[in-house]
C-alpha cells in the first residue's frame, strides 16, 4: 500500500471543509443568509462580516456558505449520470463490438467536432435555463468521456484469462459484464469522474453566471457573482469572495484526483 | 500509404464529418420540448402569427421534407434569418466572428508563450522548486472559472489602474488588439496551464529517452540536443494539443466575451438564448463545430509534416 501523498491529503481537506458547509450550513454561517440588515449595506469585509455585505446588507460568508450545497450538488449530478450512461454504454459496446462498435465510433467523432461548452448551451438553450435542464445537456454530452474510457478498459478485459474461464464455466452474459468486467475496468473511470468534479464545479458556476444554470435566489457561487458584478467597482468583495471559494472547490477535487491517480496507478 | 493518398482521404473524410454536424444540429433543434412557435409568441400568438412564423421556420412540412430543405439552403449558404434582429443570420455571424476568431488566437498566442517556456523550465528543474512553484501557479489556472479571472483582471487593470479598457472592441487593428487584450489573458489562463502540463510530462520522456541518450553520447552539446531533439518531439506534442483544445478554447471565449462585453459569436450566443432566437442559436453550433473539425483537420496535416509516422 503507498502513502498518502502531500497532495491527495490538502485536496481532502479542501474537500472536506466544501462538504461541511454543505451539510451544516446552519451552524457554520453566522447570519442568515437571506436576511436584510440596512445598516450596513455594501460593508467591506470586517471582523463582523469577514466577507462583507452585499447591496441588501446580506452577509456574504453567510450566503457563500449555504451556497455550497448547489454546488456540490452540481459536482454530484453533473457527473454521476453522464458516468452511469457512459459506463453502461462502453461495457455494451466494448463486449459486443461489430456494428455497435462503428456506430460508437462515429457518434464519439461527432460529439467531440462540438466545443463541450457550446454544445451544452445549445441544448439548455433549447431546453429552458435551470438546474435540471443543466444536467440533462451535461449528460448527453458528457457520457463520451466516459464511454470511452469504459470502452477501452473492455476491451483489455476482454482478453483476460478470467473471462475465458467464467465463459467456460458457462456464466451469464450480464453476469460476466457486471460481475467480472465492470469492477476490473472501473478505477480510471473512478479516477476520472473526480478530476470531472473540478471540471464540472467550473462549468456549473459559469452557466449560473450567464444565467443559464442554478437560478435566483437559489445560492449558487456563480449566480452570486453575477449578482456582485454590478457593483465590482463600489465592493469588489461580493463577487471576489464566493469565486475565491469556487478555486478552492476546484483546487480540492482537481488535487484529489491526481492524488487519487498516482494513489491507484491509473495511467492518463 | 505515402503522403499525397493520405493527404486526400483524410480530406475526404471531412464531407461525412460535416453531414453528421448538420445531421446532428437539426435533430438537436427538434428537440424542443412543445411548439416551438407558441413558445416564441406566448400570448402574442393569434392563428395567423403562428401560421406565418411556422411557414417562416419550415415547420408546416413534414421531417424529411424540412430536413431536406435545411441541408439544401446550408449548402446555398443560407441559414435563415434572425427572429430578434431581422437579419440574415449569415451576414450576423460573418459580423461576430472575426471578434472570436482574433480574441481565440491571441489567447493561443500568449498561452502557448507563456507556456512553452515556462514547461521547459520546469521540466528541466523537476522537483526542484522551480518546477514546483511553476505547477502550482497553473494548477490554480486548471481550477480557476474563466469568468471570475475575467472579472479580477477588469478590476485590477481596467477599473483599477485603467491601464486598459473595461470592454467592448475597437476600430483599427491596434485597438482592437489593445481592447482584446485583457479578455485574451483570462481566456489564455487554463489554457497555459493545459500546455505546460502536458508539454513538462513530454519533455520530461523525451529527455529520457534513447535517442537523446545516444545523441549525447556521440558528444553533441547538451543546449544542441534539447534543442533539435527534445523541442522538435516536444512541439509535436504540443501542436496535437493546442488542436484538441480548440473547443474548449471557442467554449470559453463565449464565457470570456460575456464578461468583456466583447462583440463577438460568443456574446451572440448568450444574448440569442435570452431573446429566443432558434435559428442563431442553430446557425451558431453548426458554425462553430464545422469550425472545430476544420481545426482537426488542420492538426492532422501539420502533425503529419511534423511527425512523417502519422500517415503510416
Known amino acids: 500500500m503507498k502513502r498518502l501523498s502531500a497532495p491527495l491529503i490538502g485536496g481532502m481537506i479542501l474537500l472536506g471543509a466544501v462538504m461541511l458547509c454543505a451539510m451544516i450550513p446552519d451552524v457554520l454561517a453566522p447570519y442568515d443568509p437571506l436576511g436584510f440588515d440596512f445598516a450596513a449595506l455594501l460593508a467591506p469585509p470586517s471582523a463582523a462580516h469577514p466577507f462583507g455585505t452585499d447591496q441588501f446588507g446580506r452577509d456574504m460568508l453567510s450566503r457563500t456558505i449555504s451556497a455550497a450545497r448547489i454546488d456540490l450538488q452540481i459536482a454530484l449530478f453533473a457527473t454521476i449520470f453522464p458516468c452511469v450512461l457512459g459506463v453502461l454504454i462502453g461495457l455494451f459496446v466494448g463486449w459486443y463490438g461489430g456494428v455497435a462498435d462503428m456506430i460508437f465510433g462515429r457518434l464519439v467523432d461527432l460529439v467531440v467536432t462540438f466545443p463541450f461548452l457550446v454544445l451544452v448551451i445549445a441544448i439548455v438553450a433549447i431546453l429552458g435555463p435551470g438546474l435540471v435542464n443543466m444536467y440533462i445537456a451535461i449528460t448527453i454530452v458528457g457520457w463520451v468521456a466516459y464511454a470511452r474510457l469504459m470502452h477501452s478498459e473492455v476491451l483489455v478485459q476482454k482478453a483476460g484469462e478470467y473471462v475465458a474461464a467464467a465463459r467456460v464455466l458457462g456464466y451469464s452474459t450480464p453476469r460476466i459484464l457486471f460481475r467480472h468486467i465492470l469492477p476490473n475496468a472501473i478505477r480510471p473511470v473512478l479516477v476520472y469522474l473526480v478530476s470531472d468534479m473540478a471540471l464540472v464545479i467550473l462549468l456549473g458556476s459559469s452557466l449560473g453566471y450567464l444565467g443559464l444554470g442554478a437560478q435566483p435566489p437559489e445560492a449558487e457561487w456563480g449566480v452570486l457573482i453575477a449578482d456582485g458584478k454590478n457593483f465590482f467597482n463600489q465592493a469588489p468583495w461580493i463577487a471576489l469572495f464566493p469565486g475565491a471559494v469556487i478555486v478552492i472547490a476546484g483546487l480540492g477535487f482537481s488535487l484529489t484526483g491526481d492524488g487519487l491517480a498516482d494513489l491507484l496507478e491509473v495511467k492518463r | ?312
Open chain 2, 1 to 312: 500509404m505515402n503522403r499525397g493518398a493520405w493527404l486526400v482521404s483524410r480530406l475526404l473524410q471531412i464531407i461525412p464529418t460535416f453531414i453528421l454536424i448538420g445531421l446532428a444540429v437539426f435533430v438537436l433543434a427538434r428537440l424542443l420540448p412543445g411548439n416551438v412557435v407558441e413558445a416564441l409568441l406566448g400570448d402574442r400568438g393569434t392563428d395567423e402569427a403562428v401560421a406565418r412564423l411556422t411557414a417562416q421556420l419550415g415547420l408546416d412540412k413534414s421531417i424529411p421534407v424540412q430536413l431536406l430543405q435545411y441541408f439544401k439552403a446550408i449548402l446555398q449558404g443560407d441559414l435563415g434569418d434572425s427572429l430578434a434582429m431581422r437579419i440574415k443570420v449569415t451576414t450576423l455571424i460573418a459580423d461576430r466572428l472575426p471578434v472570436t476568431g482574433m480574441l481565440t488566437l491571441m489567447a493561443m498566442v500568449i498561452a502557448i508563450g507563456v507556456a512553452v517556456p515556462l514547461a521547459f523550465v520546469a521540466a528541466l528543474n523537476a522537483n526542484r522548486w522551480p518546477d514546483l512553484a511553476i505547477r502550482w501557479v497553473f494548477q490554480l489556472g486548471l481550477s480557476s472559472p474563466v469568468f471570475y479571472v475575467g472579472l479580477i483582471l477588469l478590476t485590477v487593470f481596467a477599473a483599477g489602474l485603467r491601464w486598459f479598457p473595461v470592454g467592448g472592441y475597437g476600430d483599427t487593428l491596434g485597438d482592437k488588439l489593445y481592447h482584446l487584450f485583457l479578455p485574451a489573458v483570462a481566456l489564455a489562463f487554463s489554457f497555459s496551464a493545459v500546455v505546460m502540463r502536458n508539454l513538462r510530462a513530454s519533455i520530461l520522456a523525451v529527455l529520457t529517452a534513447e535517442y537523446v541518450d545516444f545523441a549525447r553520447a556521440k558528444g553533441i552539446a547538451a543546449r544542441l540536443v534539447l534543442f533539435r531533439h527534445v523541442l522538435r518531439n516536444a512541439l509535436i506534442a504540443t501542436v496535437t494539443l493546442v488542436g484538441l483544445h480548440i473547443g474548449s478554447l471557442l467554449g470559453g471565449a463565449v464565457v470570456t466575451e460575456s464578461v468583456f462585453a466583447v462583440p463577438g459569436v460568443g456574446r451572440l450566443m448568450v444574448d440569442s438564448i435570452f431573446s429566443r432566437d432558434y435559428p442563431v442559436i442553430q446557425a451558431l453550433t453548426l458554425v462553430l463545430a464545422v469550425l472545430v473539425s476544420l481545426a482537426f483537420l488542420v492538426t492532422d496535416i501539420v502533425q503529419m509534416w511534423l511527425d512523417p509516422r502519422v500517415s503510416r
